[in-house]
């Protein structure tokens, strides 16, 4: 496979991606009936589902829901197509995505758990087998203001999830306010709801700064100090250091997320720690996919926690080397392939596979390296592609993007036609277009 022939395919399935991403937004055509609770949900005009397809844990998962974290990210590949449109309508198009976007999500922050309790009778809609999968009524009383910004996700009609999750979750409005500055900085016009949220999301980050929470899987019993949410708390504070109420407050909770961050790394193993108050033998149980998530989406311009910091460069050949290991797919592998990158190497979530994100964010922190490396460039660019060109190994012929690819045989598992897969995909292409025009 040559140079030419993969970036002539990373062309076209960017453009299916782009078509199968749009499916997830506004999806306002699609019913889902969750008839065991007694719910039908209608998606709403801005919302973003993590997945269209209908599932109910048999044996795919249900994501039929708005989760503020991957609508933030799908939202940012779309501030990117608004900044790339060639015309003036497809401009448009992008634009009004982000717009109703940024209505839905300041709605969302608007609801309040003790009203929609009064008006909801959840428990008696649902049958009697399956209460034991809903939240306690006292969780609703409490969810307004921060209570309510730390939830993961919502419904994809604008309402509470009532179903039990590991819950709080911090790094959701930080990087849906770093959503907000993608589309600032694409020349997305500026409004009293955009604003608010964004305003809204850099002082709640301020508030909630390097506290501990659930992690960027939402594991259950994971209330810790993450990597992935510091670093993406500590770069909404950077990238928007403009719009933070008060300069001080940001300024000491800057300062406490890089304390925090510094103190992940693990002098003995030479790795970021995912989890900062975690112990291990070897670096392969400390090490996460997220850390590459959370460095490319972050995306800090030099130093610490940076793309060119040794330590990331050293944590993802640690990934690198234990997914090589670990994953039956990535054995014996051709020349010009790299690893396809699962999340750690405890993880069993529908077998603990290897995700197409993470592999992708591997790719992107490459082709982000070779933005600044001068005459090297080449090199990480071809690293870069190599990952595509596992990417593409293992993308069915049809275009569609799972969640997970199986360790085992290569072939899709988990959730079918996730809206983050296509997003992360369309955004890593951006990233390789960049490099390639940097280096030329």
């Not at 003036?88 to 634009?95: D, K, N, S, V």
């Not at 799972?402 to 983050?420: F, K, N, V, Y």
Request: glycine content about 10%; overall charge neutral; some cysteine.
């Amino acid at each position: 496979m040559t140079t030419a022939d993969l970036a002539e395919w990373i062309a076209d399935h960017s453009y299916r991606c782009t078509n199968a991403m749009e499916r997830g937004i506004s999806a306002t055509h699609l019913i889902r009936r969750r008839e065991v609770f007694g719910q039908v949900v209608t998606p709403s005009v801005g919302s973003v589902l993590a997945s269209p397809v209908i599932a109910d844990w048999d044996p795919e998962p249900d994501y039929f829901f708005h989760w503020v974290r991957d609508s933030a990210i799908v939202m940012r590949a779309v501030a990117g197509l608004m900044g790339d449109a060639a015309g003036l309508a497809e401009r448009g198009r992008w634009c009004r995505h982000f717009e109703n976007f940024v209505a839905f999500s300041w709605g969302l922050s608007r609801l309040d758990g003790a009203r929609w309790l009064a008006r909801t009778p959840y428990r008696r809609s649902t049958r009697r087998g399956y209460r034991r999968f809903l939240r306690g009524e006292g969780e609703f009383r409490r969810l307004q203001g921060d209570k309510l910004l730390g939830e993961p996700r919502f419904n994809a009609d604008g309402s509470l999830d009532f179903l039990r999750w590991s819950r709080p979750q911090y790094d959701g409005p930080a990087l849906r306010a770093l959503a907000c500055l993608d589309f600032l900085a694409a020349g997305g016009p500026v409004s009293d709801a955009l604003t608010g949220l964004l305003r809204q999301d850099i002082d709640f980050t301020v508030r909630t700064a390097d506290k501990p929470c659930i992690g960027p899987w939402e594991e259950a019993g994971e209330n810790a100090h993450h990597y992935h949410v510091g670093l993406a708390q500590l770069g909404a504070l950077v990238h928007g250091r403009a719009w933070a109420a008060d300069e001080a407050p940001r300024s000491k909770a800057e300062h406490r997320l890089r304390a925090g961050l510094d103190a992940h790394w693990h002098d003995g193993h030479g790795v970021y720690a995912a989890i900062r108050e975690a112990t291990a033998e070897s670096a392969d149980d400390l090490i996460d996919s997220a850390v590459l998530l959370a460095v490319l989406d972050t995306d800090l311009p030099n130093g610490p926690h940076s793309a060119g910091d040794p330590r990331v460069q050293a944590t993802q050949a640690a990934l690198e080397a234990m997914f090589a290991r670990e994953f039956p797919i990535n054995h014996a592998l051709p020349p010009g392939r790299a690893p396809a990158l699962g999340r750690s190497r405890g993880d069993r979530y529908f077998g603990g596979g290897a995700w197409y994100p993470t592999t992708l964010a591997a790719a992107g922190l490459c082709y982000r390296l070779a933005q600044t490396a001068g005459n090297g460039g080449g090199a990480h660019i071809a690293r870069g592609d190599a990952f595509m060109a596992t990417v593409r190994a293992l993308t069915p012929a049809d275009g569609a993007m799972s969640e997970q690819i199986d360790r085992q045989t290569g072939l899709p598992t988990s959730a079918r036609h996730l809206t983050w897969s296509y997003a992360a995909f369309i955004t890593t292409a951006r990233r390789r277009a960049k490099a390639v025009g940097a280096k030329g």
